[in-house]
């Protein structure tokens, strides 16, 4: 048996905007993706046995709804409770949100298991990860950018 490299690799700002920055139509949009997943997030949970498909949930998310399937139908903590909360969320829910992921974004670059490379301007490439046998690497920063990585909102901060 052989060890393999398992990590993940993603590319965004040094220095994230501040949430308050975003403008009413990022909001919107914002807004729309969150009632979007939630509202599928919901029927998902209420009833596993609906024709939801894993294709009705952010891509970053399909092992985590084949995850789910196996529970019984629950995501429990395995997706932001923004998604899964039943009354519509507010901006200041969707701000919250997005300061956490910029949170996880930093921690993801200061960690002492990742490696930054300045890209150009602003921009940095992020790496984090370590060699396995197969078990999911636990160190800080990998298992921060996985969280970023399965984020529907990142992209929203210019993370990808």
Do not use: K
Not at 71 to 93: K, V, Y
Not at 117 to 146: F, Q
């Amino acid at each position: 048996m052989s060890a393999n490299m398992i990590g993940y690799i993603l590319v965004g700002p040094e220095h994230p905007r501040e949430a308050a920055s975003f403008d009413t139509y990022e909001m919107e949009a914002m807004r729309e993706l969150v009632d979007s997943i939630r509202t599928n997030v919901l029927e998902f949970e209420q009833n596993p046995e609906s024709e939801l498909t894993e294709d009705d949930f952010p891509d970053e998310w399909h092992n985590l709804v084949e995850d789910a399937s196996e529970c019984e139908g629950s995501f429990g903590g395995l997706i932001p409770d923004l998604f899964r909360q039943a009354s519509e969320p507010t901006d200041q829910n969707i701000r919250d949100e997005l300061d956490r992921v910029a949170d996880l974004w930093r921690s993801a670059r200061m960690a002492p298991d990742s490696m930054v490379r300045p890209l150009d301007g602003n921009t940095v490439i992020v790496a984090a990860g370590e060699m396995s046998y197969g078990d999911e690497p636990d160190g800080p920063g990998y298992e921060a950018m996985r969280a970023v990585d399965q984020h529907p909102l990142m992209s929203f901060l210019g993370i990808r």
